[in-house]
Nanobody, 124 residues
């Protein structure tokens, strides 16, 4: 299993950038598909991006496509989310999650391991 721990959140003005990191403990990190989700106050948790085991396959929510980039470094047991051109609607708690299947998923219920989340606030 993996235990994700997110970092890198903060406050930024619209148009700015942030890079989130997710360090995952466990010897078999490269066996897990990893994803980023976010949850804004009063809203359901929503899919942001996912990346396959080797990093070759990626999937993005339409709302972040072209602005966010997911990547991973299996040697460091870490997955990243580079967020550019941030908008106030990107304000949310961002969660890193892992699943032991090879197929990417956009559904939160398909992920078994979750971090505690990191707050991202974008002001206009």
């Amino acid at each position: 299993q993996v235990q994700p721990v997110e970092s890198g959140g903060g406050s930024v003005q619209a148009g700015g950038s942030l890079r989130l990191s997710c360090a995952a403990s466990g010897r078999t990190f490269s066996s897990y598909t990893m994803g980023w989700f976010r949850q804004a106050p009063g809203k359901e948790r929503e899919f942001v991006a996912a990346i396959g085991r080797s990093g070759g396959i990626k999937n993005y929510a339409d709302s972040v496509k072209g602005r966010f980039t997911i990547s991973r470094d299996n040697a460091k047991n870490t997955v990243y989310l580079q967020m550019n051109s941030l908008e106030p609607d990107d304000t949310a708690v961002y969660y890193c999650a892992g699943r032991g299947e090879a197929i990417l998923s956009t559904r939160a219920r398909d992920y078994d391991y979750w971090g505690q989340g990191t707050q991202v606030t974008v002001s206009s």
